[in-house]
């Protein structure tokens, strides 16, 4: 069964720093493309990092450049957001997301950057 569990989300200040951890079972994070999206209330989902198969072709969103990075640990089959220097506009719901075929979600984890 193919799966994804983040985990890592909390409450920080601006500028602090978190990692979200996403945990994947049924399949191997180093054959798929990963990457992490973000959810904020009353926005749309969007991408902020991309994993392809190559971790050094890695990119991330125009917003976030010069502060998440993306990486893959295939021996304990997760993948990483690190994030640092917080905004409070990067608050939002933060999703891992496997691709190609199989097109699967995590559940989601909560990020709160405020004062």
Known sequence: QVQLVESGGGSVQPGGSLRLS??????SVSNV???????A??????RVARLPLIES???VADSVKG???ISRDAAKN???????NLKPEDTAVYYCYAGGSLDTWGQGTQVTVAS
């Open 33 to 39: 493309f990963m990457s992490w999206y973000r959810q």
């Open 22 to 27: 996403c945990l994947a079972s049924g399949f």
């Open 41 to 46: 209330p009353g926005k749309e989902r969007e």
């Open 57 to 59: 072709t890695a990119t």
């Open 67 to 69: 502060r998440f990075t």
């Open 78 to 84: 997760m993948v990483y957001l690190q994030m640092n």
